[in-house]
């Protein structure tokens, strides 16, 4: 069953004024643009004929942009199932830190620099709770 809403539709709509509003950088701007065109006339396509040829078939070529959800959804669940053979035979925490908005300039110009910084504040962060003899979640 067809979404109610393709990706393409949303950006189409409400890209324009997003780009107006937040000037995303040049790299997300072209994952929008090949976003809103995956899988229309633009990129091109193929047009397939049965024998007599009385019925016809468009096929249109995907973007390929590892952003877009359409064209990784293979790709997307192979990693799904990748990641869940690597997962360690006992309990485990899923942990997520997330950082204030107004540091993603500074991931965007700075990204190897401002991910060891989280990744060392995040070690240090769970080294300080594992040390703790109690925290909320530590079994008793």
């Not at 078939?57 to 293979?74: D, F, G, T």
Request: a positive charge; one cysteine or more.
């Amino acid at each position: 069953m067809k979404p109610h809403f393709e990706p393409a539709d949303i950006i189409c709509r409400f890209g324009p004024a997003f780009e107006e509003q937040h000037r995303p950088p040049f790299f997300q701007q072209k994952a929008l643009e090949a976003v809103s065109l995956c899988r229309t006339a633009a990129p091109g396509g193929q047009k397939q004929q049965c024998m007599h040829r009385c019925h016809e078939h468009v096929s249109y070529s995907s973007c390929r942009n590892h952003h877009c959800p359409k064209c990784q959804n293979k790709e997307r669940e192979l990693w799904i199932r990748q990641i869940r053979e690597r997962l360690p035979p006992c309990r485990y925490f899923h942990v997520i830190f997330t950082l204030p908005s107004s540091l993603n300039g500074l991931f965007i110009a700075f990204r190897q620099e401002m991910q060891d910084i989280l990744f060392q504040a995040a070690g240090q962060t769970l080294e300080q709770f594992a040390a703790m003899p109690a925290y909320p979640g530590k079994p008793a």
